[in-house]
Nanobody, 128 residues
């Protein structure tokens, strides 16, 4: 059974940093893509970043490029999202999700429909 658990959320001041962790189990980590999504109150879930574990490719939403960094540690079956220069508009519940690699598919994996499994979210609040 695929299981994901996001952690590391909390309160941070604007301009500050935070690191989120996603712990994964129940699947072959290297064969999957891990994505980070967020959902603010009253808004749709949006893709923030993704990492393709097989080759290390990463993708970012325009709103977070240059501020967020996604990384993966296959030895720990974990993916991290480093948030730097946080902005109040980054306030949201952050989720990690897993998608099995699709041969021949060249998407960015920044869309919820691309994912098979979701973990519970972790709340990030950025104060102004």
């Amino acid at each position: 059974e695929v299981q994901l658990q996001a952690s590391g959320g909390g309160l941070v001041q604007a301009g500050g940093s935070l690191r989120l962790s996603c712990s994964a189990s129940g699947f072959t980590f290297e064969d999957y893509i891990i994505g980070w999504f967020r959902q603010a109150p009253g808004k749709e879930r949006e893709g923030v970043s993704s990492i393709i574990n097989k080759d290390g490719r990463t993708y970012y939403a325009d709103s977070v490029k240059g501020r967020f960094t996604v990384s993966s540690d296959s030895a720990k079956n974990s993916v991290y999202l480093q948030i730097d220069r946080a902005k109040p508009e980054d306030t949201a519940v952050y989720f990690c999700a897993a998608a099995a690699s699709i041969p021949g598919y060249d998407g960015t994996y920044l869309y919820p429909w691309e994912y098979d499994a979701w973990g519970q979210g972790t709340l990030v609040t950025v104060s102004s």
